[in-house]
């Protein structure tokens, strides 16, 4: 059996390893974008998308994939919602993992926000702000003040060409809470614009951002109804499940995820 993982986070990184230990017969592939790095993981890596192939429809096709789980970041809407329609379309197997999000703690001064335009735009008041919430249009950057002092830290070089008064951070997670706090205290960080990613690879901005008292300006997760799996844990005793199923009872067609669903409307 072949199992597509649409990957590019740790989790997908971790899930890859844990299949192949535990799933040795189960054949994975891992899709990456490649913009950050090459993943080091026990499977058949394909960078760079889909398009060069003709499509995630016709790449499954061509390539005999019996399942799709899909590992990408939470705020990757638009992949999720093609990988779900292709799997339907196509009768293949899917699965949604979105790790838990975080929540305020004792002592957190968090300001919610729907959209980017609306946590900028509230964000402007502020001289010395850091962002990292990725990539920002040149559009969205016109809604925060000329006169501030932005630090703006991201994985992937900006595409476009920054305004004098923002300085780019190239980072890699994970961050440790020494080094967050040592460049909140650098720079004199008065508030932070994060997205609500959950998982501990940059969770450590938040506990140094409540330490020195700095408000975290965060952005809620899209909108999301549908089937998803919550626990890793969980995600692999499912898919162990489903690799164990011998190919004649799966009835290809009539398998889409059984994982619990959830409304994601926070």
């Known amino acids: 059996m072949r199992l597509l993982i649409l990957g590019g986070t740790a989790d997908a990184r971790h899930l890859a390893i844990a299949l192949h230990q535990t799933q040795p017969c189960l054949e994975l592939i ?95 008041s502020y001289q010395r702000t850091l962002l990292t919430i990725g990539q920002i249009s040149p559009t969205e950057m016109a809604l925060l003040n000329a006169k501030q002092r932005i630090w703006l830290r991201t994985a992937v070089q900006p595409k476009h060409e920054l305004p004098p008064n923002v300085t780019w951070i190239k980072a890699i997670g994970p961050f440790a809470e020494a080094a967050e706090l040592a460049l909140l205290k650098r720079h004199s960080i008065q508030a932070i614009a994060s997205k609500n990613s959950g998982g501990s690879s940059t969770e450590a901005k938040l506990t140094a951002a409540r330490s020195l008292k700095v408000p975290i300006f965060m952005l809620q997760r899209p909108h999301f109804i549908g089937p998803v799996e919550q626990q890793f844990d969980g995600l692999i005793e499912r898919l162990q499940a489903w690799s164990r199923t011998p190919m004649t009872s799966l009835n290809k067609g009539n398998h889409h995820t059984q994982s619990h669903s959830h409304d994601q409307k926070h």
């Open 30 to 124: 891992y899709s990456v974008a490649g913009l950050v790095r090459q993943p080091q993981v026990p499977a058949t890596v394909v960078s760079g998308g889909f398009t060069q192939f003709g499509g995630l429809s016709a790449y499954c096709k061509q390539q005999n994939i019996d399942g799709i789980v899909n590992m990408t970041h939470p705020f990757s809407v638009t992949m999720g919602q093609h990988a779900e329609q292709t799997c339907h379309e196509l009768g293949l197997n899917y699965w949604r993992f979105l790790r838990p999000q975080w929540q305020p703690q004792t002592g957190d001064d968090w300001r919610l926000f729907g959209t980017t335009a609306a946590l900028l735009s509230a964000l402007s």
